[in-house]
């Protein structure tokens, strides 16, 4: 990252973080708001707290991250796996794609508890639904990606007389990964959601407990501190599939310079 | 009949329907007999179907009516045995390979061993003056690199017979006659037969054996003329009369124009 940008984004942060602050000031001090603290607590106050109970935040949020992470990799299979089934064979694709919309027209929240009533276990019931939810975006993109494979790219493999499984192997998956790791990117902080929502279906531990208890024991500043905790999981999701994509897409025009010309 | 004929086009023609449902008459009657070892442009505005015809030849197309026979055979055999190089418009490069493993994709295909490859990789970067670059990825490179990138590739699998589809015709004058002497440096050394489509007629000149003039609306042969101009060609050869009168020449053979 160069100065520029470095610069750019202390300035963002310092500017958030200061407002915020004036917020909570006004609330407090000018509307003399008492439920100041659950609505818009300090953010020095949250950061404190976040320090003060790390350990037993961070326990927590491992629980719920590493079975969304465990999730997502589950439902990231089954979508490349079902975007190359479909194709391959235009009739897979007809009789799977209407069965793909409507999975996504059911609420998670409403098929979040009836996971957990099937299944009764908390971890394989955050991993299914972590799971359901990445599915679809990877298997879309995937799918669009597979489909927009250039004609003249398909003729030069046509022109070596080549077999299915090296079309595949050399052109379709190396060309569809950019569109793969789109879905990726949706899908990664909403998996990271979904195994905090089944945390709160009444599940021991996990980020998804503190935030229920806090919220309705009053304990307004653990509160604020898991939902830190939550963003920044969401947060760190995205971005190990960003170092993903640079490791596995090393061609992209961003990560290059151009040579000279002749 | 030229029996020792490498290619043979026989009376072909060509259909379609374009997208609106019109019929498109692409071809009427085309007949070429190509020689072993020869440089052959195929030369015409758009729409004169020198694509399409090369797109027979290459088993990217089939013809209405008519045949092509390849060193005996049907072009779907001869692509089968992977004896065409083909060099399309745009380089058609896989921009998640280095431009190195871009001339070891066909080779790959060919099931040829990794040391035969590296060395023929060597050689044909080398032949194209690319050396420097084969770690680049594709975009990296300028639309004349890119170009030559593909002719390396077609040229590595050792093809019995290299298609050039306008390869140079979207890059500026400057490159395209570098390029053009640079290719036919580099059939010098292989001697391939080369079937090269362009719309450009001193690049047809200067390059071939013979041009075969086609004219639109059908598509159809009006001229085969003969490039009697001696080889090695270097671009001086562009200024003398000889060259002149042979642009001149094949200018008036359009018909229809």
């Known amino acids: ?262 | 009949m030229n029996a020792a004929a490498e290619i043979q086009i026989e009376s072909v023609s060509m259909f379609y329907k374009d997208n609106k449902g019109n019929d498109i008459h692409a071809l009427n009657n085309v007949s070429i007999d190509i020689q072993k070892g020869e440089f052959i442009s195929l030369l015409g505005p758009s729409g004169c179907g020198k694509t399409t015809l090369l797109r027979i030849i290459a088993d990217l197309l089939e013809p209405s009516m008519g045949k092509v026979t390849v060193c005996g055979q049907t072009p779907k055999e001869t692509r089968m045995q992977q004896k065409y190089g083909i060099v399309f418009q745009n380089p058609v490069l896989y921009d998640w390979r280095t431009v190195k493993n871009n001339v070891r994709l066909p080779l790959e295909m060919m099931k040829i061993n990794k040391t035969e490859q590296n060395s023929r990789i060597e050689k044909q970067l080398e032949l194209v003056g690319l050396t420097n670059f084969k770690n680049h990825y594709p975009h990296q490179l300028s639309g004349g690199m890119q170009q030559r990138v593909g002719i390396a590739r077609a040229l590595a699998i050792q093809p019995e017979i290299l298609l050039m589809d306008e390869p140079f015709s979207a890059l500026d004058e400057f490159t395209r006659e570098k390029l053009n002497e640079d290719l036919l440096r580099i059939w010098s050394k292989t001697n391939k037969t080369v079937i090269f489509v362009t719309h450009n007629i001193s690049e047809s000149v200067f390059l071939s054996d013979r041009v075969c003039v086609l004219s639109p609306h059908p598509g159809r042969l009006s001229a085969i003329v003969d490039i009697d101009l001696p080889r090695p060609r270097t671009r001086e050869i562009r200024e003398t009369p000889e060259f002149f009168s042979l642009v001149s020449k094949i200018r008036n053979s359009f018909e229809g124009v």
Do not use: C
């Not at chain 1, 953010?43 to 790390?54: C, D, F, R």
């Not at chain 1, 098929?111 to 359901?132: E, H």
């Not at chain 1, 960003?242 to 897409?249: G, L, S």
């Open chain 1, 1 to 262: 990252m160069n100065k520029n940008k470095t610069l750019v984004l202390l300035v963002w942060f310092a500017g958030i973080f200061a407002l915020w602050e004036l917020g909570a000031f006004s609330l407090v001090n000018i509307f003399h708001d008492k439920m100041a603290a659950s609505k818009l607590p300090y953010p020095h106050e949250v950061i404190a707290t976040l320090a003060k109970n790390w350990q037993t935040l961070s326990e927590a949020g491992a629980v719920t991250f590493s079975k969304a992470a465990t999730g997502f990799a589950l439902g990231a299979s089954i979508g490349i796996i079902l975007a190359i089934l479909m194709s391959i064979s235009k009739i897979a694709e007809q009789i799977a794609f209407p069965y793909l919309i409507v999975s996504q027209m059911i609420p998670v929240l409403g098929l979040a508890p009836i996971i957990f009533n099937l299944v009764r276990n908390m971890d394989a019931s955050r991993i299914i639904i972590a799971a359901y939810i990445t599915f679809f975006p990877v298997a879309a993109n995937m799918l669009s990606g597979l489909k927009s494979v250039d004609i003249d790219k398909r003729e030069l493999m046509y022109s070596y007389a080549a077999k299915k499984p090296s079309i595949y192997m050399k052109l379709m998956l190396p060309f569809s990964l950019p569109y793969l790791f789109s879905g990726l990117k949706i899908a990664a902080p909403l998996s990271v959601t979904a195994s905090i929502l089944v945390d709160m279906l009444g599940s021991k531990n996990g980020i998804g407990v503190k935030l229920l208890y806090s919220l309705y024991g009053g304990t307004k500043d653990i509160f604020w501190a898991s939902v830190f905790t939550s963003a920044l999981m969401g947060i760190i999701s995205y971005f190990i599939v960003i170092i993903a994509e640079r490791i596995f897409i090393p061609w992209k025009k961003e990560f290059n310079t151009k040579a000279g010309e002749d």
